[in-house]
């Protein structure tokens, strides 16, 4: 069975950082892309940042400058360095990864159970 298991979550003040770790476990063959995404209240989860296995990053417009994603193949974790952290970063940020189980017969999408991150005023 393959999880996603998040961490690094928690409460900073505007302009502070966090990082968050993802890290996949279980019977696998293979993952491919890897991301991370977030859902403030009353609104619908957005992409925030993608990484491929051969570390070919993608980055919502409103993260650019401010967010950095990042993996290790053979921890298979991803990692979200967030700087600069403004109030309406504040979400609950979930990971994703495109995985191979291990018996399974094909690449599917799996989500992590999600980290709050809240950032004051």
């Known amino acids: 069975q393959v999880q996603l298991v998040e961490s690094g979550g928690g409460l900073v003040q505007a302009g502070g950082s966090l990082t968050l770790s993802c890290a996949a476990s279980?019977?696998?063959?293979?993952?491919?892309?890897m991301g991370w995404y977030r859902q403030a209240p009353g609104k619908q989860r957005e992409l925030v940042a993608t990484?491929?296995?051969?570390?070919?990053?993608n980055r919502a417009d409103s993260v650019k400058g401010r967010f950095t994603i990042s993996r290790d193949n053979a921890k298979n974790t991803v990692y979200l360095q967030m700087n600069s952290l403004k109030p309406e970063d504040t979400a609950v940020y979930y990971c994703?990864?495109?995985?191979?189980?291990?018996?399974?017969?094909?690449?599917?999408?799996?989500w992590g159970q999600g980290a709050q991150v809240t950032v004051s005023s």
């Open positions: 990484i491929t296995r051969g570390g070919t990053t």
């Open positions: 279980g019977s696998m063959s293979s993952i491919n892309t």
């Open positions: 994703k990864a495109n995985i191979l189980a291990r018996y399974g017969s094909g690449y599917r999408d799996y």
